[in-house]
């Protein structure tokens, strides 16, 4: 297939870059490519709402590259700037990037944290045309000098409703405040929340708004993801997963996990009890990384445990299953989650296990998405076993169907001979069954009933001058520095979600004073805070951090 015969060729894209979408194999765009191209190539600027999976990357990636293309490799000062919420998104993104402009010369670099600052202080010295980043790594390069946006023609924020839900919104107000006022700005989010809109007011000159809504089914037909939840309690969370795993059989899953302990010890249990699982969280290396990732598109695996920063992007053909261990902490999460299913036409399934005291946020979740979220039984043993002699039934019928199984008459003919033909071939199915893996699973899961949420207990002599210890289930950390180092709670919120895998809604109370700061976390959660944040940087400055220590 030539450019010509390329369905991007009618957007107004130069040739170069239709060349380089043929031999990346790209045929048709999809409908936020169509919609949003023209406006983009004819310099507006963009607030587009669209699903993760519906190819947003290359609706600005494309545009951009073709903006700034008469320039690329002229200068030291990048170009373009997109703004992506973690450093896996970052990573994606600058690879697409790299990708389409590949054949135009085009350098681009991504910078974020975890990785040395010294290959980014380099490629940035010798000159780039994109740089792809997140919000905290930016400000450390802009308070360094070593970032200059004065030659921005474009600036793009991908995913702002995560980058604000991560609490990068003054970082955002303080980069844009950089880049020259004529540049234009493209702002993608798959949710439109009322800050969303207050940032587009802010940054954004007459933008033209686009809404890729998920594709509706007929009347009749079956939605695309089939969305179900499960009330079980947290000791009984493992069995509960195994026992819907098995019911479900699903060809290759994903399961949430909040931290990143969670996705190992979760891990570990799955593959002690005979699953494929890999892991996936911010402390493998990219190296560790792809083999996971070539190990689930080859089959060797079909269970991917994650925290929402690893699988961000993530477009596995063979996904049909998204499950959450724990219920997402805002309604934005849950649909970024499970729109790792159902691209492009596929169907699929979304699975939410509940703790009791997690139900009201199930709630929040239906309400804000406008979609009722059944509340099923955990399958029970009888369950399990139906569903293993269906799967059963099933190969069974396949190999009646397809397989030549003539050379097996023989030995049917032979105990003929001596049995009746219905216990020979019950026989058969009890071998075929066993062989299959069908798991003896006895242990039955007590059912659980949804309880209201507990009332918040005050204290009857007024509010509380002191605290005298964390929230339930939250570790304190002292961070050693303060107000008179310009620390606000955003950036530590910042620091923290953008080097762990916990979200902005996991990290608890926050206190700054002078020279110090305290934050709580979750407690599991501390030691791989204090790890990640060890060789971070706050305001550009290193910090210690260590678990509060508390007076005798």
């Known amino acids: 297939m030539t450019s010509a015969d390329n369905g991007f060729a009618d957007l107004g894209l130069r ?14 765009p999809t409908p936020i490519q169509s919609e949003a191209i023209p406006p983009l190539l004819a310099g507006s600027d963009l607030l587009g709402q669209a699903a993760t999976g519906t190819g947003k990357t290359a609706a600005f990636a494309l545009p951009l590259l073709e903006r700034v293309a008469d320039r690329i490799g002229k200068g030291e000062k990048p170009l373009a700037l997109v703004l992506a919420p973690t450093r896996e998104l970052a990573v994606q993104v600058s690879e697409a990037v790299h990708r389409y402009g590949r054949h135009m010369g085009a350098r681009v670099l991504p910078i974020y944290g975890g990785q040395p600052i010294g290959r980014q202080l380099r490629e940035l010295s010798r000159g780039v045309d994109v740089v792809v980043a997140t919000p905290g790594r930016a400000i450390d390069h802009l308070q360094r000098g070593t970032l200059q946006l ?8 991908d995913e702002a409703d995560e980058m604000l839900d991560m609490g990068f919104a003054e970082d955002i107000d303080a980069i844009l405040g950089e880049a020259p006022a004529e540049r234009q700005t493209v702002l993608f989010s798959a949710t439109m929340p009322p800050r969303i809109d207050r940032m587009a007011k802010s940054h954004l000159r007459n933008p033209v708004l686009i809404q890729i809504e998920r594709e509706k089914t007929e009347p009749g037909e079956a939605p695309r993801v089939r969305q179900t939840a499960y009330l079980v309690r947290r000791e009984h969370k493992p069995a509960a997963l195994g026992r819907v795993l098995d019911v479900e059989s699903p060809t290759a899953a994903v399961v949430f ?9 979760l891990t570990e249990t799955l593959n002690g009890r005979g699953y494929r699982a890999e892991s996936l969280h911010g402390g493998i290396s990219q190296e ?21 920063v690893a699988a961000r992007g993530l477009d596995i053909e063979q996904l049909t299953h998204v499950v959450n261990y724990n219920v997402p902490s805002a309604p934005e999460a849950y649909t970024h989650r499970i729109g790792r299913v159902g691209r492009a036409g596929r169907e699929g399934v979304a699975i939410t296990l509940v703790e009791p005291r997690e139900n009201s946020m199930l709630k929040t979740i239906e309400r804000v998405t406008k979609t009722k979220i059944p509340m099923e039984k955990v399958p029970t043993v009888a369950d399990l076993r139906a569903r293993q002699l269906e799967l059963t039934r099933s190969s069974l019928h396949e190999s009646l169907m397809e397989d030549d199984l003539s050379r097996f008459r023989v030995v049917v003919e032979t105990l003929a001979d001596e049995f009746d033909v219905m216990d020979i071939a019950l ?11 069908a798991a003896a699973d006895e242990e039955e899961i007590p059912e659980v009933r949804p309880r209201e949420d507990r009332p918040r207990r005050e204290s009857s002599s007024g509010p509380r001058r002191e605290r005298r210890g964390p929230s339930e289930g939250m570790t304190r950390l002292f961070l050693g520095a303060g107000r008179s180092s310009g620390i606000r709670p955003q950036d530590i919120v910042g620091a923290i979600t953008g080097e762990t895998g916990l979200k902005g809604r996991d990290i608890g109370a926050i206190e700054i004073a002078d020279r110090f700061s305290l934050v709580e976390v979750p407690g599991p959660a501390a030691n791989e805070v204090i790890e990640q944040l060890r060789d971070a940087t706050i305001k550009g400055k290193r910090v210690t951090i260590r678990r509060e220590r508390q007076p005798r």
């Not at 026989?427 to 893996?437: P, R, Y």
């Open 288 to 308: 560790q990384r792809d083999r996971v990732m070539s190990r689930l598109r080859g089959g060797t695996a079909d269970l991917l445990v994650a925290t929402d």
């Open 150 to 157: 004065s030659d921005l023609q474009v600036v793009v924020l």
């Open 15 to 28: 040739p170069d870059i239709l060349n380089a979408l043929t031999t990346l194999g790209y045929e048709e």
């Open 257 to 265: 996990c909040r931290t990143r302990d969670e996705v190992d010890q």
């Open 427 to 437: 026989a058969a199915v009890k071998l075929a069954h066993e062989a299959s893996g």
